[in-house]
C-alpha cells in the first residue's frame, strides 16, 4: 500500500451498522484498485454509547475523531432511548462531535441522477440537471444566539431569539462556498434577508467583498423567500448556494424532498478539525436489522469523504460514477423501488456498485 488512510467509523444505531457495513466494503474495494489502505477505527456513538459508557459521546471517540483523517457515521437515535435524560439524548453525539472538531459549515449536495427524475415531486423538465451544493453555517446565527424564553403575562407575555453573525464567521463560510465553487461550476448564490435584518446586512457586504477577491467565482444574491422559490421552480440554475444556520436548515430540507429518495442524500460537516461525513437520513429503527435499508446515501457520504478530506478525488470520482451506474441499471432497494426495477437488500446494492466499480 502506498498509504494508509486513518477512518474513524461509528456505526451508531439502527440501520447504522448495515449501512456501514455495506460502505466499507465499498471503499475497501476502491481503495485496493488505486493501491491506498483503509485503516477503519470502529468508535461508538448515539444509543449504542449511551448502552455502554452511559453517555452518547464518550471521550474515547472525541479523542479519535480528533487523530483521525475522517470520520464517517451511519446515524444515531432511536424510540430505546426517547425517555432517557435530555441532556444524554442519542443526537447529542453529533452536536458533541461538530463543537469538538471545530465543524463550522455543513455541505450538502443536492443532486438528482438523470435515472432517479420520476421520484422528484417537481416535472421531470424542473430537474433536469439538478446538481448544486447548499453551503450551510453550522455554529452560528440564532441556533447558537442568546434567547429569552417566555416571561410575562397576558398580552405581555414575549420570547425572543438573538441572531448574530461576527465578521469571522461570515468570512470563513463565504471562503468553502468560493473553494467548493471553484471545484464545481464556479457560481455562488449568496442567501440572505439583507433588506430587512442587520445581520443579513453584513453577510451580504462580506459576500460582496469576497466576490471582488475572488474574480474566477461568479457571485448573485438572492432573499431567502426568493431562494426558496427559485429551489422549486428553477432548481437546475444553482452550483453553490451559501446561508445563515437557519435558512440553510430549512433550504437544505427543501433541497432533500426535491431530489425525491432521503436514502440517496449524503452530507459532510468540515471546519477546523477532523470532518464529518454522513448521509442525511436518521436511524430509520422501523426497517433495522431486516438488511433492507438503502445504503446509497452513506456511500456517497463516504465519496465525499474521499474528495474533501482524503485527498483522493479519483476514487471519489468512481465511487459516483458506480452508484449511478446502479441506479441506471434499474437496481433499487424497497424505498426506492418501483414496478419492473430489480429490487435488492442492502449488501446486493453495494455489491453491485463494487461489481462497478
Ligand atoms: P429517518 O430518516 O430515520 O426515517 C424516516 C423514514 O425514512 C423511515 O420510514 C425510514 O424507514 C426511511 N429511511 C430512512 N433512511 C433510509 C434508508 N437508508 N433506506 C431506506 N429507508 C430509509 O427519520 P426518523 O424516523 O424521523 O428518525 C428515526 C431516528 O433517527 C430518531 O431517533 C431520530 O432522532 C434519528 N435521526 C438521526 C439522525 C442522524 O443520526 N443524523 C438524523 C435524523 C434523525
Redesign the pocket.
Known amino acids: 500500500m502506498s498509504q494508509v488512510k486513518n477512518i474513524v467509523v461509528i456505526p451508531?444505531?439502527?440501520?447504522?451498522t448495515e449501512?456501514i457495513s455495506a460502505t466499507r466494503r465499498v471503499v475497501d474495494e476502491a481503495f485496493s484498485q488505486v493501491s491506498v489502505g483503509a485503516n477503519w477505527i470502529e468508535k461508538r456513538a448515539?444509543g449504542a454509547a449511551i448502552d455502554v459508557d452511559g453517555v452518547p459521546l464518550p471521550q474515547d471517540t472525541i479523542d479519535a475523531a480528533k487523530k483521525a483523517d475522517a470520520v464517517l457515521?451511519?446515524?444515531?437515535?432511536?424510540?430505546k432511548?426517547?425517555k432517557v435524560d435530555p441532556a444524554i439524548r442519542?443526537?447529542k453525539a453529533?452536536l458533541g462531535l461538530r463543537k469538538e472538531l471545530g465543524l463550522f459549515c455543513n455541505l450538502r449536495p443536492i443532486k438528482i441522477f438523470p435515472s432517479m427524475r420520476a421520484y422528484s415531486p417537481l416535472k421531470a423538465e424542473l430537474v433536469d440537471k439538478v446538481d448544486f451544493v447548499i453551503v450551510r453555517e453550522l455554529t452560528g446565527g440564532i441556533y447558537f444566539g442568546q434567547r429569552q424564553e417566555a416571561s410575562g403575562s397576558g398580552e405581555q407575555e414575549a420570547a425572543w431569539d438573538k441572531e448574530e453573525y461576527a465578521r469571522y464567521e461570515v468570512e470563513r463560510i463565504m471562503q468553502i462556498a468560493v473553494e467548493t465553487a471553484k471545484k464545481r461550476r464556479g457560481q455562488v448564490t449568496s442567501v440572505d434577508k439583507a433588506n430587512v435584518l442587520a445581520s443579513s446586512r453584513l453577510w451580504r457586504k462580506i459576500a460582496e467583498e469576497t466576490a471582488q477577491k475572488n474574480a474566477d467565482v461568479n457571485f448573485d444574491y438572492l432573499y431567502v423567500d426568493n431562494a426558496a422559490q427559485q429551489m422549486v421552480v428553477k432548481p437546475g440554475q444553482f452550483d453553490v448556494l451559501v446561508t445563515t444556520n437557519l435558512f440553510g436548515d430549512i433550504l437544505s430540507d427543501e433541497g432533500a424532498v426535491i431530489s425525491g429518495s432521503?436514502?440517496l442524500l449524503p452530507s459532510a460537516s468540515i471546519g477546523q478539525g477532523t470532518a464529518l461525513y454522513?448521509?442525511?437520513?436518521?436511524?430509520?429503527?422501523?426497517?433495522m436489522g431486516q438488511g433492507?435499508?438503502?445504503?446509497?446515501?452513506?456511500i456517497l457520504s463516504a465519496a465525499m469523504m474521499c474528495r474533501y478530506s482524503l485527498d483522493l478525488p479519483q476514487v471519489a470520482d468512481k465511487i459516483e460514477a458506480a452508484v449511478e451506474r446502479t441506479l441506471e441499471e434499474g437496481y433499487r432497494?424497497?424505498?426506492i423501488y418501483t414496478e419492473g426495477m430489480k429490487r435488492v437488500g442492502t449488501d446486493q446494492m453495494a455489491d453491485v456498485v463494487i461489481s462497478y466499480l
Open positions: 451508531g444505531d439502527g440501520i447504522g449501512i448515539g457515521l451511519g446515524a444515531v437515535g432511536g424510540p432511548w426517547d442519542p443526537e453529533i432521503i436514502g454522513e448521509p442525511i437520513h436518521g436511524s430509520a429503527p422501523d426497517i433492507i435499508a438503502n445504503p446509497l446515501g452513506t432497494t424497497g424505498d
